[in-house]
């Protein structure tokens, strides 16, 4: 009986462990922000702490950019362009604009929440 109650812990055991081992890390964040002549949607954005994945598409007729204010990530984005890149982000609130002459004052302006 004893023997038999060993097997079963150790295969229990094992179960668990193969189980852990198959799970992925968790996807990073991901969100799709759009750009247009004079904003940027959605205007609230709350993403998890950590790797965050942004698709940004500038769907206006003039080139803007994509700034997160506080972080080093700074991209051109010509019309019609999607660029996607990724950027790792401690809790905390930051202002996303876009810095080309006047596009700011014009409303291009949006809040990233970034949640533990």
Not at 47 to 56: D, E, L, P, R, S
Not at 78 to 91: C, D, G, I, W
Request: one cysteine or more; proline letters at 4%; aromatic letters at 6%.
């Amino acid at each position: 009986m004893r023997v038999s109650l060993v097997r079963q812990t150790i295969l229990a055991i094992l179960f668990f462990v193969s189980v852990a081992a198959c799970q992925s890390a968790p996807a990073p964040s991901q969100i799709t922000v759009s750009l247009k002549e004079w904003g940027i949607e959605p205007k609230a954005m709350t993403v998890k702490a950590g790797k965050v994945t942004f698709i940004v598409k500038n769907a206006g007729t003039l080139e803007h950019n994509f700034i997160i204010q506080g972080s080093d990530k700074i991209d051109s984005i010509f019309a019609a362009q999607t660029k996607t890149f990724e950027v790792t982000l401690a809790p905390g609130t930051y202002v996303v604009d876009c810095n080309l002459s006047g596009h700011k004052e014009a409303g291009m302006t949006a809040a990233l929440t970034v949640v533990p």
